[in-house]
Nanobody, 129 residues
Framework: QVQLVESGGGLVQTGDSLRLSCAGT????????VVWFRQAPGKEREFVST????????QYATSVKGRFTLSRDNAKSAAYLQMNNLQAEDTAVYYC??????????????????????WGQGTQVTVSS
């Protein structure tokens, strides 16, 4: 099993950047695919980005494509979500999750949320305009 802890959230202004980290302890995060979801107040949880186990394939939600970059460092058992040009609509609690290895990031888009067995506690991102 892997335990996940997110960090890096905070209060920023429109156009600023943040980098969220997802640290895995216990079993190394390299054994899993990683996904980021977010949930804004009063809204359903939505997919943000996912990355395969070796970091060579990623997918992004249309709303963040071109602004967010997901990467991972398996030697550190960590994944990172670089968020640039943040907008008010990016305000949410961001969660990282880990699930069983899957062939491609595109194929992960069709996987149910239950594919991701391990979840972090979330980190708040607030973007003020």
């Amino acid at each position: 099993q892997v335990q996940l802890v997110e960090s890096g959230g905070g209060l920023v202004q429109t156009g600023d950047s943040l980098r969220l980290s997802c640290a895995g302890t216990g079993r190394n995060l390299s054994n899993y695919v990683v996904v980021w979801f977010r949930q804004a107040p009063g809204k359903e949880r939505e997919f943000v980005s996912t990355i395969v186990w070796n970091g060579r394939d990623t997918q992004y939600a249309t709303s963040v494509k071109g602004r967010f970059t997901l990467s991972r460092d398996n030697a550190k058992s960590a994944a990172y979500l670089q968020m640039n040009n943040l907008q008010a609509e990016d305000t949410a609690v961001y969660y990282c999750a880990a699930g069983r290895v899957w062939p491609t990031a595109a194929m992960l888009l069709s996987r149910p949320t239950s594919h991701y067995t391990f979840w972090g506690q979330g980190t708040q991102v607030t973007v003020s305009s």
